[in-house]
């Protein structure tokens, strides 16, 4: 009894020889000879005669005159022949047109990033992008959004903070990192935060004006607020840096951001104080490109490398000109691979 597995994984359908073996064929009659044939495809000759012979088990015809010196094709052989040529042709030409399709598409980008990342670092992307893609059509959003969209290939690529991704097709890379700081009201009085303790008690009175749990920065930060043993009243909570370091610039109260939100909405920044925190376990948010593997011929890989570079020589000396006081690990970039 056959191996059910094996013929169900081997089987062809019937009367639908492969294309090789066709091509195989033509190429036999082309030469006039299977000695000729094997040179030109660069197979044994007997590789070329069992194809010709599967050939003619799978139609159940004879295609090759044998008894003749050199082999001449049969009337069916014949027949197989003019339309092998023109199938073979047709063939070519659709690989050629995929082929085309998909070095145009590979120049086509369809980006989805962060508010906060297509604030400050996205145009410096783009525009040193240029010339390997010839369009990057970026979105901007809140991280599951995104995830949602490239999982429904709405998007090819998605810089965010938390993929949230199962797909094992999708690669995550790390892009760069940055620590969470604290803000605080211009004139409010701040003690040094030497050790997380300190965090509980340097606001006073001052309520926590929180981002969002709809966003992934305000889990993140929530988690991080539990494990240094903060606790606060909700009071008022955004979406968006701007209302958040609004409310903090008008003395109601103070909050966690990064030094990217904070370079975001830096028309803030000389009505607020930015303290930066000691470190700690859930003390920074990572950013990371999602695409999927095999599709973009290094192009991926591209974006990560050149959106290192602009965070290095570009996006950290604006912030740290900006806020002298931060130190240099706020804001870092991996010096090697991570996924």
């Known amino acids: ?190 003690p040094p935060l030497t050790t997380l303790k300190d965090l509980a008690t340097s606001a006073g009175a001052l309520p926590l004006i929180r981002y969002s749990q709809r966003s992934v920065i305000g889990q993140q930060i929530e988690r991080y607020l539990r494990h240094v043993g903060v606790r606060a009243a909700r009071c008022y909570e955004f979406d968006a840096t701007d209302p958040l370091l609004s409310l903090v610039a008008s003395g109601l109260g103070w909050a966690l951001s990064t030094p990217l939100c904070l370079w975001q909405s830096r028309h803030y920044l000389d009505a607020v104080r930015v303290v930066p925190l000691p470190p700690a376990r859930l003390g920074q948010r990572h950013f990371f490109l999602l695409s999927r593997e095999g599709e973009w011929a290094g192009l991926d890989e591209e974006v990560v490398r050149v959106t290192r570079e602009v965070i290095r020589h570009d996006t950290v000396p604006s912030i740290h000109r900006c806020l002298p006081a931060l130190p240099a690990s706020a804001l870092s970039c991996p010096d090697e691979e991570i996924t």
């Not at 359908?13 to 190429?27: C, K, N, S, W, Y």
Request: net charge neutral; hydrophobic share 45%; glycine share 4%.
């Open 1 to 190: 009894m056959a191996d059910s597995k094996t013929s169900a994984t081997t089987r062809r359908t019937p009367g639908m020889p492969d294309l090789r073996a066709l091509e195989t064929f033509v190429a036999v009659c082309d030469a006039n000879a299977m000695v000729l044939a094997a040179e030109r495809l660069g197979l044994s000759q007997s590789a070329v005669s069992q194809a010709i012979k599967s050939l003619e088990e799978d139609l159940g015809l004879l295609l090759m005159d044998r008894d003749v010196r050199p082999a001449r094709p049969t009337h069916a052989g014949r027949v197989l022949y003019e339309v092998a040529a023109q199938l073979l042709t047709q063939a070519r030409a659709a690989m050629d047109q995929v082929r085309a399709t998909a070095r145009q598409e590979l120049a086509q980008i369809r980006l989805g990033c962060v508010d906060s990342f297509a604030a400050t670092v996205g145009p410096q992307l783009i525009r040193a992008m240029a010339g390997k893609a010839r369009q990057i059509q970026m979105w901007s959003g809140l991280t599951p959004a995104l995830a949602e969209q490239m999982q429904a290939r709405e998007l090819d690529m998605v810089i965010c903070t938390d993929s949230g991704v199962q797909d094992p097709r999708v690669v995550q890379r790390l892009l760069f990192s940055e620590s969470w700081v604290a803000v605080y009201p211009k004139d409010h009085p701040v």
